[in-house]
């Protein structure tokens, strides 16, 4: 079936480290995103791109570096120079609205809880 | 994007239809309203989205009001898996919008926590 995949569910890091975060798409979207969500809050935008070897920051990219080398795959690096990173991290693909002005939705992958030690 | 305004929590009994408001006093004419639902520790579920006209499909009615200043989600006949919290958000179409800025700037507020109880 088609879908999005995060993995890992789960991760826990110590202080200063830094760690990357996949989502794979195999909905053959063009467009794919990166969110953050603290507890009770909703989402904010960290990365989007919408063509490979291309990617914009969103509203709170600092502390985070993303890649996207294949149009399956966004890979999210949230870096030590990132102040509070423990959060819950969504990704997210969508039709390339560029290609399209029809209105579409956005899917969303299952999330990675990332814990700092 | 236009804010929005929607209560912090609502109950509604299992098999009940389950009306949730949204304000979007500020919304302009070329922004449509977009339902998403988060069931706890999950990705947001896109639910339906309207510009003018009301909307129906499997999931769910929305429901815009002729000044389109407020929007209410339908779901007709609420389930305990309907518990979720429930975001309204009002955003430009796909594709529209200065230099594509626009692009998945879908702006999640805090929703509401819908509580389906037996």
């Given at each position: 079936d088609g879908g999005i995949t995060q993995s890992p569910k789960y991760l826990f890091r110590k202080e200063g480290q830094n760690v990357t975060l996949s989502c794979e798409q195999n909905l053959n979207h063009d467009a794919m995103y990166w969110y953050r969500q603290d507890p009770g809050q909703g989402l904010r935008l960290i990365y989007y791109s919408q063509i490979v070897n291309d990617f914009q920051k969103g509203d709170i990219a600092e502390g985070y570096s993303v890649s996207r080398e294949k149009k399956e795959s966004f890979p999210l690096t949230v870096t030590s120079a990132q102040k509070n990173p423990t959060a819950f991290y969504l990704c997210a693909s969508s039709i390339d609205v560029r290609r399209e002005v029809s209105l579409r939705e956005l899917f969303f992958g299952e999330g990675s809880r990332l814990t700092v030690l | 994007?236009?804010?929005?305004?929607?209560?912090?929590?609502?109950?509604?009994?299992?098999?009940?239809?389950?009306?949730?408001?949204?304000?979007?006093?500020?919304?302009?004419?070329?922004?449509?309203?977009?339902?998403?639902?988060?069931?706890?520790?999950?990705?947001?579920?896109?639910?339906?989205?309207?510009?003018?006209?009301?909307?129906?499909?499997?999931?769910?009615?929305?429901?815009?009001?002729?000044?389109?200043?407020?929007?209410?989600?339908?779901?007709?006949?609420?389930?305990?898996?309907?518990?979720?919290?429930?975001?309204?958000?009002?955003?430009?179409?796909?594709?529209?919008?200065?230099?594509?800025?626009?692009?998945?700037?879908?702006?999640?507020?805090?929703?509401?926590?819908?509580?389906?109880h037996p």
């Open positions: - | 994007d236009a804010k929005t305004t929607q209560p912090p929590s609502m109950d509604c009994a299992e098999g009940r239809a389950a009306n949730l408001p949204c304000n979007h006093s500020t919304i302009s004419g070329n922004e449509y309203v977009y339902w998403y639902r988060q069931i706890h520790s999950q990705g947001p579920q896109y639910i339906i989205h309207g510009l003018k006209n009301n909307e129906t499909n499997e999931m769910a009615s929305l429901i815009i009001t002729e000044d389109r200043k407020s929007s209410t989600l339908i779901l007709p006949h609420a389930t305990l898996r309907d518990t979720a919290v429930y975001y309204c958000i009002v955003r430009v179409g796909w594709g529209e919008g200065a230099g594509g800025t626009s692009y998945g700037k879908l702006t999640f507020g805090q929703g509401t926590i819908l509580t389906v």
